[in-house]
């Protein structure tokens, strides 16, 4: 090797080891002068979605021209992790978007900042629904305010329905009855749009907590008013006992596996008559189905006339070691303004957070009015507070979809799976009072 | 000289610092939270406990039945993937009309994410709307659809069947390289000798490419065991589990439980298995003088 050669190769060293070092080092905060750069993430990145953020970040910008706002969408199925990684690692972030589902898990290791002092000086705080702060709340503390809610309801074919002579059923036994009704492997119809994979708990703990009626205790859902959890209740063995019907009967085999997707698949293409969904699949019906053939219902109750229903959701809140605090809590006030907070649930399909945005026209008519009416009868559709204080909260839909499955497939006895959820939770709350 | 020295460890410096930071460091990481009960909803409650998570790992069921289903899974992948491969590249290796384009079209499946052929493979199997049932059925060869995912006798040697179809690619390429090495003298000999066509391939073809055989498929075992993906887009290790192999399972522990111990626990125990594989897969090659290439 010449000596020109390894001069050169010394250089191109150095700069590769320079380069990897720099890497290592933490980013400066980026914010010089009086300019404040605020770093926000999101979880639940969809394309459409993170367009209509980043447009009402311009505008939020335009309207502050002293925040800049660097906006990251990771993708969303390594969000929550991304998410975890930036804030255990403590890179700058002001703004992140907290779920229902992992809120207790961020308090829980101090990564989020209450947000109750900066709200109680917000004077649209008022009109906030009492179901969005309850979703944002951790121990009587706010921990973030959600962008919109999403909520159960049923959609059916109303062709299909009026074709038989049915009405739309209002309980789960009717319901039952019905999707038998509409049956029929041989034209590869199928009354009931099973979900036994990712997320069957959405129907296990519904038709559970719906048969449990008044027992339930609304404010810790997976336990009756007595302490004991409301799988051991002799209510959640018949709860379970027509789930499995629900399956064999209704339902084509293969949905012990299928998902959102595979579910929304379905119904959409005509395999089957009853789809229990959020707002948020309101979009895609409008586009793939013929106008006429669907119709929205509200969910369906229990023996006892009682239908529980949770609202979710997923929102903004403020990191715990941001040093931008208060112009964070800007740009929340801002996205969670009525009028930004409307037109957004508008565009993407989801409940608006302010009480005053059931008064517009567009959730009046349509497939959302069913869930304004649903919300008019507090008696019969109860709303009670999701689990999401205990740590295995996260685990839970993997744990019962798993053993559901087992159920479905004959592996194992209705009394074995129902004991194995009441152990689950016991331990749950034998380890939240540790 | 000792300058020379000098000037080699100092060329080896960003390869050493990448290795150590990005392989070694969470190589230690890892075996160090196996003992650990380490779990993302109280990562301030981190601390030792001891074989905790591997007892825990060899009482679960899931587990016991992951680790059989990664020898089917490995066993049935490399075998098929090597008898359709070899196949592949002997046909790929006459000449005939549009053989770069056939290459190409063959040879893509491997430039595909595992993640994504998972997706691709569910909606196929899908029994009410797949296609693979749709033609079956059509073709007069099944008169109920199966549920291919959803019926555990199914499940494994579905995702299996798209592992095949992944993998065939690799060896294709890797064998027909080979193949293309062959000197022509050696068959122009053997045709002399009056060998006929099988007789070429077993007394001439299999014996020089022998090394390059032992090598890939070798490689490709622990490839296979070690990828998570195709499992992970289609079943997600469903129904009721029947589909885990560990390395999915782990990746199961990490995503649902956030829990990195024993997630870590059921990575060192593949850590042994693959340790075990590679001793014997060292002598192995000794033996044949396979790491030529």
């Given at each position: 090797?010449?000596?020109?050669?390894?001069?050169?190769?010394?250089?191109?060293c150095?700069?590769?080891?320079?380069?990897?070092?720099?890497?290592?080092?933490?980013?400066?905060?980026?914010?010089?002068?009086?300019?404040?750069?605020?770093?926000?993430?999101?979880?639940?990145?969809?394309?459409k979605?993170?367009e209509?953020?980043?447009?009402m970040i311009?505008?939020?910008?335009?309207?502050?021209?002293?925040?800049?706002?660097?906006?990251?969408s990771?993708?969303?199925?390594?969000?929550?992790?991304?998410?975890?990684?930036?804030?255990?690692?403590?890179?700058?972030?002001?703004?992140?978007?907290v779920?229902?589902?992992?809120?207790?898990?961020?308090?829980?290791?101090?990564y989020?900042?209450?947000?109750?002092?900066?709200?109680d000086?917000?004077?649209?705080?008022?009109s906030v629904?009492?179901?969005?702060?309850?979703?944002?709340?951790?121990?009587?503390?706010?921990?973030?305010?959600?962008?919109?809610?999403?909520?159960r309801?049923m959609?059916?074919?109303?062709?299909?329905?009026?074709?038989?002579?049915?009405n739309?059923?209002?309980?789960?036994?009717?319901?039952?009855?019905?999707?038998k009704?509409?049956?029929?492997?041989?034209?590869?119809?199928?009354?009931?749009?099973?979900?036994?994979?990712?997320?069957?708990?959405?129907?296990?703990?519904?038709m559970?907590?719906?048969?449990n009626?008044?027992?339930?205790?609304?404010?810790?859902?997976?336990?009756?008013k007595?302490?004991?959890?409301?799988?051991?209740?002799?209510?959640?063995k018949?709860?379970?006992?027509?789930?499995?019907?629900?399956?064999?009967?209704?339902?084509?085999p293969?949905?012990?596996?299928?998902?959102?997707?595979?579910?929304?698949?379905?119904?959409?293409?005509?395999?089957?008559?009853?789809?229990?969904?959020?707002?948020?699949?309101?979009?895609?019906?409008?586009?793939?189905?013929?106008?006429g053939?669907?119709?929205?219902?509200?969910?369906?109750?229990?023996?006892?006339g009682?239908?529980?229903?949770?609202?979710g959701?997923?929102?903004?809140?403020?990191?715990?070691?941001?040093?931008?605090?208060e112009?964070?809590?800007?740009?929340?006030?801002?996205?969670?303004?009525?009028?930004?907070n409307?037109?957004?649930?508008?565009?993407?399909?989801?409940i608006?957070?302010?009480?005053?945005?059931?008064?517009?026209?567009?959730?009046?008519?349509?497939p959302?009015?069913?869930?304004?009416?649903?919300?008019?009868?507090?008696?019969?559709?109860?709303?009670?507070?999701?689990?999401?204080?205990y740590?295995?909260?996260?685990?839970?839909?993997?744990?019962?979809?798993?053993?559901?499955?087992?159920?479905?497939?004959?592996?194992?006895?209705?009394?074995?799976t129902?004991?194995?959820?009441?152990?689950?939770?016991?331990?749950?709350?034998?380890?939240?009072?540790k | 000289?000792?300058?020379?020295?000098?000037?080699?460890?100092?060329?080896?410096?960003?390869?050493?610092?990448?290795v150590?930071?990005?392989?070694?460091?969470?190589?230690?990481?890892?075996?160090?939270?196996?003992?650990?009960?380490?779990?993302?909803?109280?990562?301030?409650?981190?601390?030792?406990?001891?074989?905790?998570?591997?007892?825990?790992?060899?009482?679960?069921?899931?587990?016991?039945?992951a680790?059989?289903?990664?020898?089917?899974?490995?066993f049935?992948?490399?075998?098929?993937?090597?008898?359709?491969g070899?196949?592949?590249?002997?046909?790929?290796?006459?000449?005939?009309?549009?053989?770069?384009?056939?290459q190409?079209?063959?040879?893509?499946?491997?430039?595909?994410?595992?993640?994504?052929i998972?997706?691709?493979?569910?909606?196929?199997?899908n029994?009410?709307?797949?296609?693979?049932?749709?033609?079956?059925?059509?073709?007069?060869?099944?008169?109920?659809?199966?549920?291919?995912?959803?019926?555990?006798?199914?499940?494994?040697?579905?995702v299996?069947?798209?592992?095949?179809?992944y993998?065939?690619a690799?060896?294709?390429?890797?064998l027909?390289?080979?193949?293309?090495?062959?000197?022509?003298?050696?068959?122009?000999?053997?045709?002399?000798d009056?060998?006929?066509?099988?007789?070429?391939?077993?007394?001439?073809?299999?014996?020089?490419?022998?090394?390059?055989?032992?090598?890939?498929?070798?490689?490709?075992?622990?490839w296979?065991?070690?990828?998570?993906?195709?499992?992970?887009g289609?079943?997600?290790?469903?129904?009721?589990?029947s589909?885990?192999?560990?390395?999915?399972?782990?990746?199961?522990?990490?995503?649902?439980?956030?829990?990195?111990?024993?997630a870590?626990?059921?990575?060192?125990?593949?850590?042994?298995?693959?340790?075990f594989?590679?001793?014997?897969?060292?002598?192995?090659?000794?033996?044949?003088?396979?790491?030529e290439?």
């Amino acid at each position: 090797m010449n000596k020109r050669k390894k001069v050169l190769a010394s250089l191109l060293c150095a700069v590769v080891t320079v380069g990897l070092l720099a890497g290592c080092s933490s980013k400066g905060n980026g914010d010089g002068g009086d300019k404040v750069t605020l770093r926000m993430i999101e979880s639940l990145t969809s394309p459409k979605r993170t367009e209509l953020i980043q447009a009402m970040i311009t505008k939020f910008e335009t309207a502050n021209p002293n925040i800049k706002v660097e906006f990251i969408s990771p993708p969303f199925d390594q969000a929550d992790n991304k998410i975890r990684t930036m804030l255990g690692s403590d890179e700058q972030l002001d703004v992140l978007e907290v779920r229902d589902l992992n809120v207790a898990e961020l308090v829980n290791n101090g990564y989020v900042e209450p947000l109750n002092a900066y709200a109680d000086k917000w004077k649209d705080y008022a009109s906030v629904s009492a179901v969005s702060k309850s979703v944002g709340t951790v121990s009587d503390k706010l921990y973030f305010v959600p962008n919109g809610l999403y909520e159960r309801q049923m959609f059916y074919r109303s062709d299909w329905l009026k074709e038989a002579g049915l009405n739309p059923p209002t309980t789960w036994e009717e319901l039952y009855e019905t999707a038998k009704k509409l049956t029929d492997p041989a034209k590869n119809r199928f009354g009931f749009s099973f979900r036994g994979g990712a997320g069957s708990t959405g129907t296990t703990d519904a038709m559970i907590l719906a048969y449990n009626g008044d027992k339930v205790n609304l404010e810790d859902s997976m336990f009756t008013k007595d302490g004991a959890t409301v799988f051991s209740t002799p209510e959640a063995k018949a709860a379970m006992e027509l789930y499995l019907k629900l399956y064999k009967d209704t339902s084509p085999p293969d949905s012990i596996n299928w998902g959102f997707q595979e579910q929304v698949q379905a119904f959409t293409s005509g395999v089957t008559g009853i789809l229990l969904q959020d707002p948020d699949v309101i979009q895609s019906l409008q586009e793939k189905m013929t106008e006429g053939t669907w119709a929205t219902a509200p969910l369906v109750t229990g023996p006892t006339g009682k239908a529980l229903f949770a609202a979710g959701g997923a929102g903004w809140g403020i990191a715990s070691k941001s040093k931008h605090k208060e112009e964070a809590w800007k740009l929340i006030e801002f996205l969670s303004s009525p009028a930004e907070n409307t037109a957004f649930s508008k565009d993407y399909g989801l409940i608006p957070i302010h009480t005053s945005a059931t008064e517009d026209e567009f959730f009046k008519t349509g497939p959302y009015k069913t869930l304004i009416d649903m919300s008019n009868k507090p008696d019969t559709f109860v709303n009670f507070k999701p689990p999401f204080q205990y740590p295995g909260t996260g685990n839970w839909g993997q744990v019962a979809m798993e053993s559901g499955q087992s159920l479905l497939l004959g592996k194992s006895t209705l009394e074995d799976t129902l004991g194995k959820w009441d152990d689950f939770w016991v331990i749950q709350k034998a380890e939240l009072q540790k | 000289m000792k300058k020379q020295r000098l000037f080699i460890l100092s060329g080896l410096i960003p390869a050493l610092l990448l290795v150590l930071a990005f392989t070694y460091y969470p190589f230690l990481k890892g075996i160090i939270m196996a003992f650990q009960e380490y779990k993302l909803f109280d990562l301030r409650g981190v601390h030792f406990v001891g074989l905790d998570n591997f007892k825990a790992a060899f009482d679960d069921p899931k587990f016991l039945s992951a680790l059989e289903n990664s020898g089917y899974w490995v066993f049935f992948s490399l075998i098929l993937q090597f008898l359709f491969g070899f196949s592949l590249a002997l046909v790929l290796k006459k000449q005939f009309r549009g053989r770069g384009v056939y290459q190409g079209f063959v040879f893509y499946s491997w430039a595909l994410s595992g993640f994504l052929i998972g997706m691709i493979w569910k909606w196929m199997f899908n029994s009410q709307i797949g296609v693979i049932n749709d033609l079956l059925l059509q073709a007069g060869i099944i008169h109920e659809r199966i549920g291919f995912l959803s019926d555990p006798k199914w499940a494994m040697i579905s995702v299996i069947i798209a592992n095949v179809w992944y993998g065939i690619a690799f060896f294709a390429i890797m064998l027909l390289a080979a193949l293309q090495s062959v000197p022509s003298e050696l068959y122009e000999a053997a045709v002399m000798d009056g060998a006929n066509g099988f007789r070429r391939l077993w007394n001439v073809t299999l014996p020089y490419i022998l090394p390059t055989i032992i090598a890939t498929t070798l490689l490709r075992a622990i490839w296979i065991f070690n990828d998570p993906t195709i499992i992970y887009g289609l079943t997600n290790g469903g129904p009721a589990g029947s589909t885990h192999i560990l390395s999915s399972l782990m990746l199961d522990r990490i995503i649902y439980a956030g829990d990195y111990g024993a997630a870590s626990a059921i990575g060192i125990i593949m850590i042994v298995i693959l340790l075990f594989y590679t001793i014997f897969f060292l002598s192995v090659t000794k033996a044949e003088k396979a790491g030529e290439f």
